[in-house]
């Protein structure tokens, strides 16, 4: 399974979507909608804000599950 590091995430308050290339070995914890500038960070659980609100979990979760969790 190849690692997907480019992604659709879409901001919790807007609904904007966005496709951004997610950075490979670290977690993002905060991210700025670009159309209403509204700061958000992941939900509960998760590690970054690209597991809880884009298409396609973190390169490094996506790296686990192909290890075999």
């Known amino acids: 399974m190849q ?5 659709k995430i879409k901001c919790p308050n807007c609904g904007n979507i966005e496709t951004v290339e997610m950075p490979e070995y ?3 914890r ?3 909608c670009p ?8 939900k509960e659980g998760d590690c970054c ?3 809880s609100y884009a298409d396609d979990e973190c390169p490094s979760k ?3 599950k192909e290890c075999g969790d």
């Open 3 to 7: 690692v997907v590091k480019i992604t």
């Open 26 to 28: 670290v977690c993002v």
């Open 30 to 32: 905060t991210y700025k």
């Open 35 to 42: 159309k209403c500038e509204q700061v958000f960070k992941p």
């Open 49 to 51: 804000v690209f597991c």
């Open 62 to 64: 996506q790296q686990e």
